[in-house]
């Protein structure tokens, strides 16, 4: 099977006091870029998602977008910091002896001083938030999986129609080739009879006219390539797996071969072909960007 770089994947998962979402997309990339958003109370298990992600991907601009609700009432205390009222009171009853005012502080006012009281989240169990947090990925990952298999499916599909229409214009040109030669041939002998009127033909001269000429506009060995490479892509589709980038590197090669074709080809009929055949190759090559 191939798989498309463009996937989604969504997983939900609660407990009696917490709840994690877990949500993917991704398009198309040349290499792996992982992008995730999450809580900062998370931020430590970063590491181990981005090593948990690559059991399923390989390739794609993948952003990721995670969610954390507790719902436990006890998951924030109060502290005091007795040292720090200490030390308020100590300055204040110095500031009234310095300056003879009555020190009229009361625990309330001392308790609004900055750090006197603060609120600080309960320690939380990492190893049970973690479990949590793993099943939410996990089950994201693979409906994003299934997102891009499905996907994959269809363009490996198309991708094969396409590349049998392209052996069909491949086939054209090279029983087309060999025509436009004895066509050339009897061109040439009709101008020259024209042109002698009765006079002998120099049959050398002329085998030799014919010979630089189909030189010159043979392709053989351009179709012959862009034929195996056509069937190499389509066993490598059937293949499956992480193709994406040798069917790259195969379309660059269909693409030369088919621009020679284009450019030797002095026959209307072949360079109509030709041209269909190099906008055929580009359609493949779009969309082949978008296989993992």
Same mark, same amino acid.
């Given at each position: 099977?191939?798989?498309?770089?463009?996937?989604? +994947? @969504? /997983?939900?998962?609660?407990?009696?006091? @917490?709840?994690?979402?877990v949500e993917m997309k991704s398009v198309n990339h040349r290499y792996l870029d992982?992008?995730?958003?999450?809580p900062k109370k998370l931020n430590f298990f970063e590491a181990a998602i981005r090593?948990?992600?690559?059991?399923?991907?390989?390739?794609?601009?993948?952003? &990721?977008?995670?969610?954390?609700?507790?719902?436990?009432?006890?998951?924030?205390?109060?502290?005091?910091?007795?040292?720090?009222?200490? =030390?308020?009171?100590?300055? *204040?009853?110095?500031?009234?002896?310095?300056?003879?005012?009555?020190?009229?502080?009361?625990?309330?006012?001392?308790s609004r001083y900055p750090e006197v009281f603060t609120m600080e989240e309960q320690?939380?169990?990492?190893?049970?938030?973690?479990? #949590?947090?793993?099943?939410?990925?996990?089950?994201?990952?693979? +409906?994003?999986?299934?997102?891009?298999?499905? =996907?994959?499916?269809?363009?490996?599909?198309?991708? #094969?129609?396409?590349?049998?229409?392209?052996?069909?214009?491949?086939?054209?040109?090279?029983?087309?080739?060999?025509?436009?030669?004895?066509?050339?041939?009897?061109?040439?002998?009709?101008?020259?009879?024209?042109? #002698?009127?009765?006079?002998?033909?120099?049959?050398?001269?002329?085998?030799?006219?014919?010979?630089?000429?189909?030189?010159?506009? /043979?392709?053989?060995?351009?179709?012959?390539?862009?034929?195996?490479?056509?069937?190499?892509?389509?066993?490598?589709?059937?293949? +499956?797996?992480?193709?994406?980038?040798? #069917?790259?590197? &195969?379309?660059? =090669?269909?693409?030369? =071969?088919?621009?020679?074709?284009?450019?030797?080809?002095?026959? *209307?009929?072949?360079?109509?072909?030709?041209?269909?055949?190099?906008?055929?190759?580009?359609?493949?090559?779009?969309?082949?960007?978008?296989?993992?």
């Open positions: 099977m191939i798989k498309s770089m463009t996937g989604f +994947g @969504r /997983c939900e998962v609660q407990e009696a006091e @917490r709840k994690i979402t992982v992008s995730i958003k999450m090593s948990e992600l690559k059991k399923y991907i390989q390739r794609g601009k993948v952003d &990721i977008f995670i969610s954390y609700e507790d719902f436990t009432e006890s998951n924030v205390c109060v502290k005091y910091n007795r040292e720090l009222a200490a =030390e308020y009171l100590g300055y *204040l009853n110095r500031m009234a002896e310095d300056f003879s005012l009555e020190n009229d502080v009361k625990v309330f006012g001392l320690s939380i169990d990492e190893k049970k938030l973690w479990e #949590l947090l793993d099943r939410a990925l996990e089950g994201a990952a693979k +409906g994003f999986v299934e997102t891009r298999i499905k =996907e994959g499916e269809h363009l490996r599909d198309d991708l #094969l129609e396409k590349l049998d229409g392209m052996l069909a214009h491949v086939d054209f040109i090279a029983e087309r080739s060999p025509q436009i030669v004895a066509e050339y041939r009897q061109k040439l002998e009709d101008k020259v009879k024209e042109l #002698l009127a009765d006079a002998s033909i120099d049959e050398n001269r002329l085998l030799l006219e014919v010979t630089i000429f189909a030189d010159r506009v /043979c392709v053989d060995e351009e179709l012959v390539r862009l034929k195996s490479h056509i069937e190499t892509t389509k066993e490598t589709l059937k293949a +499956g797996g992480g193709i994406g980038r040798k #069917l790259d590197f &195969i379309a660059q =090669e269909m693409n030369r =071969e088919s621009n020679t074709i284009l450019s030797k080809s002095g026959d *209307l009929e072949i360079s109509n072909h030709a041209i269909e055949l190099k906008t055929e190759i580009e359609k493949v090559r779009e969309q082949i960007q978008n296989i993992e």
